[in-house]
Nanobody
């Protein structure tokens, strides 16, 4: 049974930073790409960032490029999302993803 557990969400002022973590269990973590998605109130789920199995390749949505950084520690079965210069429009539930599996999400609220 694959499980993804996100943490690190919370309330932050605009311009602030947060680091999200997602810890995986139930599969060989280092064999798979990982990603972060988000869903704002009243909107659909959208892609945020992804990282290859070795961490050597990353990809970002245009809306977060230059502000967010995805990374992974295969020894800890954990993927991170460092979020800087946060904006109110970043407010959303953030979900961790690996092929065919999703976490339950962690809420990020950015106040103006």
């Amino acid at each position: 049974q694959v499980q993804l557990v996100e943490s690190g969400g919370g309330l932050v002022q605009a311009g602030g930073s947060l680091r999200l973590s997602c810890t995986a269990s139930g599969r060989t973590f280092s064999n798979y790409a990982m990603g972060w998605f988000r869903q704002a109130p009243g909107k659909g789920r959208e892609f945020v960032a992804a990282i290859g199995w070795s961490g050597g390749s990353t990809r970002y949505a245009d809306s977060v490029k230059g502000r967010f950084t995805i990374s992974r520690d295969n020894g800890k079965n954990t993927v991170y999302l460092q979020m800087n210069s946060l904006k109110p429009e970043d407010t959303a539930v953030y979900y961790c993803n690996t092929p065919r599996y999703w976490g339950k999400g962690t809420l990020v609220t950015v106040s103006s």
